[in-house]
Structures are given as C-alpha cells and as structure tokens.
C-alpha cells in the first residue's frame, strides 16, 4: 500500500502564512504528478496546485502569487507554502500523487487523510 501523511495545517491570521507537507511511504517505483487540493464546507473539492516529476507546476486563479508548490523526489514529499493567507483559504487541504508502484503497475492515484486550515482572525 502506499500511504501519505500531511502535516502542517492549522489555524493562521488573514495575511499570514503556513507551510503543508505531504510525504508518501511504501512500495513506491515512480511518482508523477504531486497535488494539493482543498474542499470547504458545502463546496466541492477544488485543485489548489499540482507539480511533476520534472518540477512543472500549475496553480489555481485564487492562489497564483500566494502559494507555492515544491517537492523533494528523494524524500517523495511535496510541500505548499502558503503565504498571503485570506479568509477564503480556510478549507481542509488533501495532498495527491500519482504513484506507479512497480515497473509492471499502472498510475493510481492516492489520497492523503486531509489537513485543516482556518484563516481568521
């Protein structure tokens, strides 16, 4: 099984700032694409910011010049620092990767068990 653990969400001030980890463990070949996503109450999960292997990134329109994706292959974690907090940030924030875990494996797509973050003063 291949499991991801996040850590670093917690409660910040509007203009502030937090920093997500994301680390994958287990029987892992290869990992492509790297993500974060969010979901707040009564609204549907939403991409937040995705990287791959090769260190190309995209953001969503809200958090363009805020957030910043980042990830160490050696370790399998993917970061996001987040800074210029906003209110509307405040979701649970879930990490993604596409994990091949054999050579002869297909990608699938796994799940961290989320992170809170709330923004507000």
């Known amino acids: 099984q291949v499991q991801l653990v996040e850590s670093g969400g917690g409660l910040a001030q509007p203009g502030g700032s937090l920093r997500l980890s994301c680390a994958a463990s287990?029987?892992?070949?290869?990992?492509?694409?790297m993500g974060w996503y969010r979901q707040a109450p009564g609204k549907q999960r939403e991409l937040v910011a995705r990287?791959?292997?090769?260190?190309?990134?995209n953001y969503a329109d809200s958090v363009k010049g805020r957030f910043t994706i980042s990830r160490d292959n050696a370790k399998n974690t993917v970061y996001l620092e987040m800074n210029s907090l906003k209110p509307e940030d405040t979701a649970v924030y879930y990490c993604?990767?596409?994990?091949?875990?054999?050579?002869?494996?297909?990608?699938?797509?796994?799940w961290g068990q989320g992170t809170q973050v709330t923004v507000s003063s």
């Open positions: 993604n990767a596409d994990v091949k875990r054999t050579t002869v494996t297909a990608l699938r797509a796994y």
């Open positions: 287990g029987i892992i070949f290869k990992i492509n694409v």
């Open positions: 990287i791959t292997s090769a260190s190309s990134t």
